[in-house]
């Protein structure tokens, strides 16, 4: 994640600074220093006194062709930059290397200070490679194709013309004293896969965080990146298939890459295989005794009523993929289950699975899988609304985030929802509680991102980051109505929700501000930090504390840039 923490230091990517700063005691929360790092710092780890962080940069000599890149006038990121720092001395973090990868980053893993980073990189076509053919409506249909036929010809003379530098980008590392070294690979690096697949390369790196200097292993296979899932033994890519053409009768479908984990110095690549449907995040995955359980929503292609346009159809399902050789094959799946709906959430509890779909009304399915090939839907509990994140609370209580809305779906009715699922018995899901959170305009990151939902199972709160607009805040001044806070609840599977209150960050969060914001500095809440009695909201702006007890009396501010005498974060 963007934000990091050990109980005693938070360390934030604002802009594209890392931020140190002391969070304990809680009087004495203050920024300690900062260090500028190169292109758009996405996410980090925290391990111990070192921190590496992941950084898209684009290195503009590696461009993909331009009619295949889509560009719109801008460089994409082509490169992932690891920068792996000392933070032992907060006022002074120090970088101890740099390490560039061709890709770009698409998600990270960490076990103990084995790093898996996992990449996708576009090819690059040779100077003079085309995807089209001068043609106007006028044109002979016979003469189109065999000016199609020249030009696939003269690609394939353009293609196999280049060397394997050409097609394969090295990598480097560069030390703390600006030495650089170059990262090779080897052909037996390179995998393609059994099963179809999209154009491009998919790279999982492994670095150790321990270790400056350590080997960089890299395992790519031809393909395109998208869901990253992983357990501790393998690590699941699941990307999905673009149909070129549209057409009756088309089912969407997910390729799958696994690869193995149990060498902590590499990621080796294992089987492929490919499975109808498509998956909506990492939580839709799960593997237990190496089989796979993989949620899906499925959707085909039909002509539409009016025939002038194509419709869809979908259903869902959860499906069960076991390795066999280097194939993965499906061995079991449930019925279709939810016409017409999409998968919101998903969850997996060892024997047991969680779906919510939705389309006007929210079912929360349970499901039995302690037999991977026989999974079957067990109970189905219909309230209005949807969850999009599932958290377990114990063996029987989930807690759900997501909307509330009335039946015909109406945004006048729309809120932020906390819902409390009683899973005792699967055949009859219970909702038991439910906490509205803010109006029709509230929104909360943690709705989309798990990363922003905070649970502190050992004190039994929830914390939630949100953003509202308030039609009567400030004295009626439009900019100024617009609020952003972390909201904090106390959550008991007997009595539900109890409001413990706000902590509040309106006051960097103005209009006045957003001469400084971008796609990398939002100064609203989003993220947060529990530590016994208190609670930290953190935003790009900067870091707030309070006691549990009285949200509303912050303790202490420190923010990331200075602050101008009205109180709002001044652009850097």
């Known amino acids: 994640d963007f934000i990091k923490n050990d109980g005693t230091r938070i360390f934030a990517l604002t802009r594209n600074r890392l931020v140190t700063s002391q969070s304990w005691p809680v009087e004495a929360l203050a920024v300690q220093g900062s260090v500028q790092l190169e292109g758009y710092p996405r996410e980090m780890f925290l391990d111990g006194d070192r921190v590496m962080v992941f950084s898209d940069v684009n290195d503009g000599a590696h461009d993909a062709t331009p009619e295949l890149a889509c560009g719109m006038g801008y460089h994409s990121p082509n490169t992932t930059k690891l920068t792996t720092l000392d933070v032992s001395d907060l006022t002074a973090p120090k970088v101890l290397e740099e390490v560039y990868l061709p890709g770009a ?64 980008r090295q990598g480097k590392r560069v030390d703390a004293s600006g030495n650089e070294t170059p990262i090779a690979s080897a052909c037996t690096d390179y995998h393609l896969p059994n099963a179809p697949t999209r154009s491009g390369l998919v790279t999982v790196a492994t670095i150790d965080l321990a270790n400056a200097g350590a080997p960089v292993a890299r395992t790519a296979v031809l393909g395109q990146a998208g869901t990253v899932y992983a357990s501790h033994e393998a690590l699941y890519l699941a990307s999905n298939h673009w149909w070129w053409e549209q057409r009756a009768g088309q089912t969407d479908a997910t390729y799958l890459h696994k690869f193995d984990l149990k060498d902590p110095a590499r990621a080796a690549y294992l089987a492929s295989g490919t499975i109808a449907g498509t998956v909506k995040d990492q939580f839709s995955l799960d593997e237990k005794d190496g089989f796979l359980r993989i949620a899906t929503t499925e959707r085909t292609t039909k002509d539409s009523d009016d025939g002038w346009w194509f419709a869809t159809e979908s259903t869902n399902r959860v499906s069960v993929i076991e390795q066999q050789g280097n194939r993965l094959e499906l061995v079991g799946k449930t ?70 809305r009335d039946e015909d779906g109406s945004w006048s009715s ?42 502190f199972a050992a004190k039994g709160t929830v914390a939630v980051p949100v953003s509202d607009w308030d039609d009567g805040a400030h004295g009626g001044e439009y900019w100024s109505r617009f609020t952003s806070g972390l909201q904090v609840f106390q959550v008991d599977p007997a009595t539900g929700f109890t409001p413990r209150g706000t902590l509040s960050f309106d006051d960097v969060y103005a209009n006045y501000a957003y001469a400084g914001w971008s796609y990398y500095y939002q100064p609203y809440v989003r993220r947060s930090v529990m530590a016994d009695d208190y609670v930290y909201a953190i935003s790009d702006a900067g870091i707030r504390v309070s006691h549990v007890d009285s949200l509303d009396a912050p303790i202490a501010t420190a923010p990331f840039t200075a602050l101008e005498p009205n109180g709002a974060a001044a652009p850097a």
């Open 335 to 404: 019925d279709a289950l939810a016409p017409t709906e999409t998968i919101f959430a998903a969850r997996f509890m060892g024997n047991r699975g969680f779906l919510v779909t939705y389309r006007q009304v929210d079912p929360l399915f349970t499901l039995d899988l302690s037999d991977p090939r026989n999974p079957r839907v067990v109970g189905e509990l219909k309230i209005p609304g949807f969850s999009t994140y599932l958290q377990p609370v114990d063996e029987h209580t989930l807690i759900g985030i997501g909307e509330d």
């Open 105 to 168: 980053y698409i998600s990270s893993r960490r076990i103990g200070s084995s790093v898996r980073v996992v990449m996708s990189d576009r090819f690059r076509m040779p100077e003079g490679y085309r995807t089209y053919v001068d043609w106007t409506y006028d044109t002979d249909p016979d003469a189109l194709k065999a000016a199609a036929r020249r030009l696939m010809d003269a690609n394939e003379q353009l293609i196999r013309g280049q060397s394997l530098d050409f097609w394969l």
């Open 414 to 455: 729309r809120r932020l929802k906390l819902s409390l699922f009683d899973v005792t018995d699967l055949a009859r899901p219970v909702e038991t509680f439910k906490q509205l959170i803010g109006s029709e305009n509230a929104y909360s990151e943690a709705a989309w991102s798990h990363k922003a939902f905070n649970y």
